[in-house]
T-cell receptor, first 116, second 115 residues
Framework: GAGVSQSPSNKVTEKGKDVELRCDPI?????LYWYRQSLGQGLEFLIY????????KSGLPSDRFSAERTGGSVSTLTIQRTQQEDSAVYLC????FGTGASYEQYFGPGTRLTVT | GNSVTQMEGPVTLSEEAFLTINCTYT??????LFWYVQYPGEGLQLLLK?????DKGSNKGFEATYRKETTSFHLEKGSVQVSDSAVYFCALSDRTNFGNEKLTFGTGTRLTIIP
């Protein structure tokens, strides 16, 4: 079946512009995660969605970052007024969810964001 | 907070050599431990996992044992192949108060196998 897909695969933007990154999770996966992979910080958790709500936003680095999820499916990560330090690969992952159970997170190919 | 420390790369080995990539962790709870692999041009894939102390995860000839006493989860393979060239990430997950399993990753180790 289809895996996690992300778009665009590459995005180059000018400092100060807003960008939107999209994630299509695996059908039926209620849990969705965003991570960031950058040279300086490695792989970091950003935000977690359960259905359409985001109970854990603890990894968002600033209020320029926001995310939403609609229909329990597609998620969009928005970065406003981009800065050069936002340059990174943004990864999305999805998984099943169950109280007390542990489920594998399946990762998308990522969006490489370059802020010039 | 939780953290994962893994062996700095890059690591270059000849085909059929023995591989060890060290990984140690710090966690307040009882995390699950993982090795993820990222092949060139591809996304992160789960390689193996262990959910409790003394568990051994294994896949594709790779093994790692959850050692609580040394807080380690070292990745090993007896005979590497060129196709094993990739970046390997050690990670732990801990269930948060929000119910999610947040992954904390090591910095990654780039492995190159030469024929």
């Amino acid at each position: 079946g289809a895996g996690v897909s992300q778009s665009p695969s590459n995005k180059v933007t000018e400092k100060g512009k807003d960008v939107e990154l999209r994630c299509d999770p695996i059908s039926g996966h209620t849990a969705l995660y965003w991570y960031r992979q950058s040279l300086g910080q490695g792989l970091e958790f950003l935000i977690y969605f359960q259905g359409n709500s985001a109970p854990d936003k603890s990894g968002l680095p600033s209020d320029r970052f926001s995310a939403e999820r609609t229909g329990g499916s597609v998620s969009t990560l928005t970065i406003q007024r981009t800065q050069q330090e936002d340059s990174a690969v943004y990864l999305c992952a999805s998984s099943l969810f169950g109280t007390g159970a542990s489920y594998e997170q399946y990762f998308g190919p990522g969006t490489r964001l370059t802020v010039t | 907070g939780n953290s994962v420390t893994q062996m700095e790369g890059p690591v270059t080995l000849s085909e059929e050599a023995f591989l060890t990539i060290n990984c140690t962790y710090t966690a307040t709870g009882y995390p699950s431990l993982f090795w993820y692999v990222q092949y060139p041009g591809e996304g992160l894939q789960l390689l193996l996992k262990a959910t409790k102390a003394d568990d051994k995860g294994s896949n594709k000839g790779f093994e790692a044992t959850y050692r609580k006493e040394t807080t380690s989860f070292h990745l090993e393979k007896g005979s590497v192949q060129v196709s094993d060239s990739a970046v390997y990430f050690c990670a732990l997950s801990d269930r948060t108060n929000f119910g999610n399993e947040k992954l904390t990753f090591g910095t990654g180790t780039r492995l190159t196998i030469i024929p």
